[in-house]
């Protein structure tokens, strides 16, 4: 694919959050192309603006040696581009270095996490064992009842300016961000041209359907199942108790996290529910949060709650993203299925899929994230 020289445009993209418009991004930046994203609430009004914004690639999830290197690559690209995306969108999203224990609270988690050390180094993770003496005496907030932890320093941001400054430098670059809703897939013969937006036809060189968790009503557009099921996570917005600083440190066990953020929230987190599209959160998972968080740090016992918050995170049966070319069809991709990882793999997802559209060898191989691997006729 090539820029036109049409009124319509190169690439219409259906959903307006971080994975949307980073591909958007670079499709214009890097490849010259005219893009509009269809957005039908408001930038990052889902997932991409309420997650924690932890950029990590060990932690709760075990993820295998080539995924770890694609979120590795996607942290690095973080890295590269943070100068840029501050200078062209105007919006400082606080992305910075903060220091992470992940604690073993037994002996078998010990031995677990000490066997993940050398595995981590030898993907170039900087990480370090630390006994339960070290850890003591790092005066954090984990409990003494730790046996030891992994020391790290992996980077944060705060996820909704983040989203902003990415769709502001798209826009920066020629994007063009609308508002409305994508209810199907124009099509001549095996190829998409375009899309309906309502009772409106927008044609377009290509189509990127990158809608989250509501990727999977895009099936009956596209003639194929999409596996992709909204998983609910909520997290709890603390202040430090009354008389105490924020911590220097995270800490992170399980599903489990406290996160001190540059903007001035302690977060506690988080849940996974297939609770489908319900985006309420609860007073239950408040509970469960803060017990398991006061578990980890017992001075949160007396630390206020600001707010509870939730999000609906796109989910695939092997935990994956799908990121590539619909089979039985020209010019539509997909671009849905992130996870946890939506914000840390926004930047290498959305370039990667963009050096592909544009028949382009990616940064990364997106062999093991093709959409082709779910698809089966409905």
Request: with cysteine; net charge negative.
């Given at each position: 694919?090539?820029?036109?020289?049409?009124?319509?445009?190169?690439?219409?993209?259906?959903?307006?959050?971080?994975?949307?418009?980073?591909?958007?991004?670079?499709?214009?930046?890097?490849?010259?192309?005219?893009?509009?994203?269809?957005?039908?609430?408001?930038?990052?009004?889902?997932?991409?603006?309420?997650?924690?914004?932890?950029?990590?690639?060990?932690?709760?999830?075990?993820?295998?040696?080539?995924?770890?290197?694609?979120?590795?690559?996607?942290?690095?690209?973080?890295?590269?581009?943070?100068?840029?995306?501050?200078?062209?969108?105007?919006?400082?999203?606080?992305?910075?270095?903060?220091?992470?224990?992940?604690?073993?609270?037994?002996?078998?988690?010990?031995?677990?996490?000490?066997?993940?050390?050398?595995?981590?180094?030898?993907?170039?993770?900087?990480?370090?064992?630390?006994?339960?003496?070290?850890?003591?005496?790092?005066?954090?907030?984990?409990?003494?009842?730790?046996?030891?932890?992994?020391?790290?320093?992996?980077?944060?941001?705060?996820?909704?300016?983040?989203?902003?400054?990415?769709a502001q430098a798209a826009e920066h670059h020629g994007v063009e961000i609308r508002s409305g809703e994508v209810t199907g897939v124009l099509r001549e013969g095996d190829r998409a041209v375009g899309v309906r937006i309502g009772g409106e036809e927008l044609a377009a060189g290509a189509v990127l359907i990158a809608t989250g968790p509501w990727a999977v009503h895009a099936a009956a557009w596209m003639g194929v199942e999409v596996p992709v099921s909204p998983l609910r996570g909520q997290i709890v917005h603390l202040a430090p108790p009354e008389g105490l600083a924020m911590p220097e440190h995270a800490i992170s066990h399980g599903t489990g996290y406290l996160l001190p953020k540059a903007g001035g929230d302690l977060l506690a987190g988080t849940t996974q529910e297939l609770a489908g599209f319900d985006a309420q959160p609860t007073a239950e998972a408040q509970n469960k949060i803060m017990e398991a968080a006061v578990r980890l740090a017992p001075a949160l016992i007396d630390a206020p709650i600001r707010s509870l918050t939730a999000c609906l995170r796109p989910s695939t049966p092997d935990g994956l993203p799908m990121i590539g070319a619909v089979d039985g069809w020209r010019d539509l991709f997909l671009s849905t299925g992130h996870g946890f990882k939506g914000v840390t793999l926004a930047l290498i997802s959305g370039r990667s899929l963009a050096q592909l559209m544009t028949g382009g060898t990616p940064d990364v191989a997106l062999d093991d994230y093709a959409p082709a691997r779910h698809f089966e006729a409905p």
């Amino acid at each position: 694919m090539t820029a036109g020289a049409g009124t319509a445009p190169d690439v219409v993209i259906a959903g307006g959050g971080v994975i949307g418009c980073a591909t958007a991004y670079f499709l214009a930046a890097e490849h010259g192309l005219r893009c509009v994203v269809i957005e039908r609430d408001a930038i990052a009004s889902g997932a991409s603006g309420g997650a924690a914004g932890e950029l990590g690639a060990l932690g709760r999830h075990h993820f295998s040696e080539a995924y770890t290197r694609f979120i590795l690559r996607g942290i690095e690209l973080h890295n590269d581009l943070a100068p840029a995306l501050r200078d062209e969108s105007g919006v400082d999203y606080l992305l910075r270095e903060v220091p992470l224990l992940r604690p073993a609270l037994d002996e078998r988690e010990a031995h677990e996490l000490q066997e993940q050390v050398p595995w981590a180094r030898g993907l170039g993770i900087d990480v370090e064992w630390l006994d339960a003496e070290a850890v003591r005496a790092l005066g954090t907030w984990l409990t003494p009842e730790a046996a030891g932890a992994t020391s790290t320093m992996e980077l944060q941001l705060e996820a909704y300016p983040f989203a902003l400054a990415v769709a502001q430098a798209a826009e920066h670059h020629g994007v063009e961000i609308r508002s409305g809703e994508v209810t199907g897939v124009l099509r001549e013969g095996d190829r998409a041209v375009g899309v309906r937006i309502g009772g409106e036809e927008l044609a377009a060189g290509a189509v990127l359907i990158a809608t989250g968790p509501w990727a999977v009503h895009a099936a009956a557009w596209m003639g194929v199942e999409v596996p992709v099921s909204p998983l609910r996570g909520q997290i709890v917005h603390l202040a430090p108790p009354e008389g105490l600083a924020m911590p220097e440190h995270a800490i992170s066990h399980g599903t489990g996290y406290l996160l001190p953020k540059a903007g001035g929230d302690l977060l506690a987190g988080t849940t996974q529910e297939l609770a489908g599209f319900d985006a309420q959160p609860t007073a239950e998972a408040q509970n469960k949060i803060m017990e398991a968080a006061v578990r980890l740090a017992p001075a949160l016992i007396d630390a206020p709650i600001r707010s509870l918050t939730a999000c609906l995170r796109p989910s695939t049966p092997d935990g994956l993203p799908m990121i590539g070319a619909v089979d039985g069809w020209r010019d539509l991709f997909l671009s849905t299925g992130h996870g946890f990882k939506g914000v840390t793999l926004a930047l290498i997802s959305g370039r990667s899929l963009a050096q592909l559209m544009t028949g382009g060898t990616p940064d990364v191989a997106l062999d093991d994230y093709a959409p082709a691997r779910h698809f089966e006729a409905p």
